[in-house]
């Protein structure tokens, strides 16, 4: 005789809750554009343009999210098989096949409604090169107009006031013009500021939050946790009062966890034993979320900074929208993105969040196929453990296809690391005791 077993509920506080609305509500949004006369712009989340396209009433669809949504409700599988019948290759971005699969069943949102066809492709180029093959497919798809805002890459390190006029001159002549031309509205760049400095104040609560992790014991995961902290400022919220009011709560919760000394809430309850903190270096698995999440939680592992947190923004480094100067806030949100920094500067950010957050190590997720961020890893490890003394180590999974996430390897392999983190700690300790 089998008894049947129900899966334990997911835990989850306020703000996660709140953030899982106003994502669903983007989608309502979305699905249902045609019935309220609404045009869709469709837009990347590094370097996306959300308070601009607001200023033109458009509603912001955000393909890799739903590649993401898709991938979490257990879909991209089928989809991305769907997209490698039609000749895309394995080694292809599973973000765009599960995106090219999902338009060639139906293109149904979360909501199960059809997403709408894009009236305007924004493609704000920051570093991935994939995502400007990936809007010639939907553009060859739907026969849309596209905008290309080129962001110059940051190879030597630096932001240059020209680098900054370039993409405020594309704005002018090219973004701009066709916005408006595909929306019917008028640009009007007060309202432009009035958008950034919702911003401003979202941002800043955002990063108080992020850099609650600095605490023993941290009262957020900032890897896991973190997917959903960004979700409002990096989509299609960032600009509004609903993200103010989002990260306003948000903070609260945090204030009221780290007044209680509590750590972070995770899906399976609040994370009570911190024996590892780790800095972690690309994106999550999607389509086995809970379960990688898990597989910390049980090591008494947490996450105290993350490197996927900033594809939309490194506001912990010190970049805010600043409506005094609009167009140019812009620009430099694009060039700051973390996926436009070079290697040597992402080797300094991940150094600085060892530091400043006393982190065990930097753990990397080394994901199949996306390029962005895995060219370059094994050499940004050697050097980060070479900075700080502290051990590095890779797992390997995929973004959104179930076929490259293996259970067994991850945990394997987590394993091994914290054992050599604990090897590390002992060969410290027994160095001071010989030092006294």
């Not at 490698?84 to 394995?90: L, P, T």
């Amino acid at each position: 005789m089998t008894t049947a077993t129900t899966a334990a509920p997911v835990v989850k506080d306020d703000s996660m809750e709140r953030q899982k609305a106003l994502i669903a509500s983007n989608y309502e949004a979305l699905t249902s554009a045609h019935e309220t006369g609404r045009k869709v712009a469709s837009t990347f989340v590094p370097g996306n343009l959300n308070e601009l396209i607001m200023c033109f009433d458009l509603v912001n669809n955000l393909p890799e999210i739903n590649a993401i949504q898709n991938g979490m409700r257990k879909l991209s599988g089928d989809y991305i098989a769907e997209a490698e019948k039609h000749g895309h290759s394995e080694d292809v971005c599973t973000y765009v096949k599960a995106d090219i699969g999902m338009m060639a069943k139906g293109n149904l949102s979360p909501n199960g409604k059809p997403l709408p066809k894009p009236d305007v492709l924004l493609l704000c180029y920051t570093g991935c090169f994939t995502f400007m093959k990936w809007f010639e497919l939907v553009r060859d798809e739907y026969k849309c107009p596209t905008v290309m805002l080129q962001v110059p890459y940051q190879g030597d390190g630096e932001i240059t006031d020209n680098m900054r006029q370039y993409i405020v001159k594309q704005l002018k002549e090219d973004v701009i013009p066709t916005l408006e031309q595909v929306s019917g509205v008028k640009f009007d760049i007060d309202r432009l500021r009035q958008y950034l400095t919702e911003s401003r104040k979202a941002e800043e609560d955002l990063v108080w939050v992020v850099q609650s992790a600095k605490n023993d014991p941290s009262p957020i995961d900032a890897y896991f946790g973190g997917v959903y902290y960004i979700g409002p400022i990096f989509t299609a919220f960032r600009g509004t009062e609903k993200a103010t009011d989002f990260y306003r709560l948000l903070r609260s919760e945090i204030e009221q966890r780290l007044a209680a000394g509590l750590g972070p809430v995770t899906p399976i309850g609040d994370m009570t034993d911190q024996r590892y903190r780790l800095v972690v270096e690309g994106p999550p698995n999607w389509t086995n979320f809970r379960e990688f999440w898990k597989m910390f939680y049980e090591e008494g592992a947490v996450v105290v900074a993350s490197t996927y947190t900033k594809v939309g923004g490194t506001y912990d480094l010190g970049f805010r929208h600043d409506p005094d100067h609009p167009l140019e806030s812009l620009a430099e949100y694009c060039l700051t993105c973390y996926t436009n920094r070079n290697l040597p500067q992402r080797v300094d950010q991940i150094t600085r969040y060892i530091e400043e957050y006393k982190a065990d190590g930097l753990l990397i997720n080394s994901v199949k196929s996306c390029n962005s961020f895995s060219a370059g890893q094994l050499m940004m490890m050697r050097e980060v453990e070479k900075r700080t003394g502290k051990p590095g180590a890779f797992i390997e999974t995929d973004l959104v296809d179930p076929r490259y996430f293996s259970a067994a390897n991850v945990k394997n392999r987590l394993e091994s690391y914290f054992q050599m983190i604990e090897q590390k700690r002992s060969g410290a300790s027994a160095t001071e005791g010989v030092s006294r």
